[in-house]
């Protein structure tokens, strides 16, 4: 599924799931969406990043299970970033 900067950005501030292979699973809390047109591919493509936290530090750069209520599942590549004062953030770019 291709997804669009305004599928997240009505999620802003909402609670998706992460879910491990070990079936144990981490909150992460939406808390950007930011465009970036100027790294779109195609006029028809939209060039946008999402930032979530969490809690759990130790998740490393790569491809999670993310549940939504309203979006669905899906799977996202996902990158620390460093903490806040609230804990962990980790992007997804969308180019």
Request: no cysteine; aromatic share 0%.
């Given at each position: 599924m291709q997804y669009h900067f305004d599928d997240f950005s009505g999620c802003?501030?909402?609670t998706f799931t992460l879910e491990l292979d070990d079936a144990s699973t981490y909150p992460l809390k939406?808390?950007?969406?930011d465009k970036h047109p100027g790294r779109a591919t195609s006029s028809e493509h939209e060039a946008f990043s999402i930032v979530f936290r969490g809690a759990n530090p130790g998740l490393e750069q790569q491809i999670y299970h993310i549940k939504h209520d309203t979006l669905g599942a899906m799977e996202l590549f996902i990158v620390p970033i460093g903490p806040d004062d609230e804990g962990m953030c980790y992007e997804a770019v969308f180019a």
């Open positions: 802003l501030n909402q939406l808390i950007s969406v």
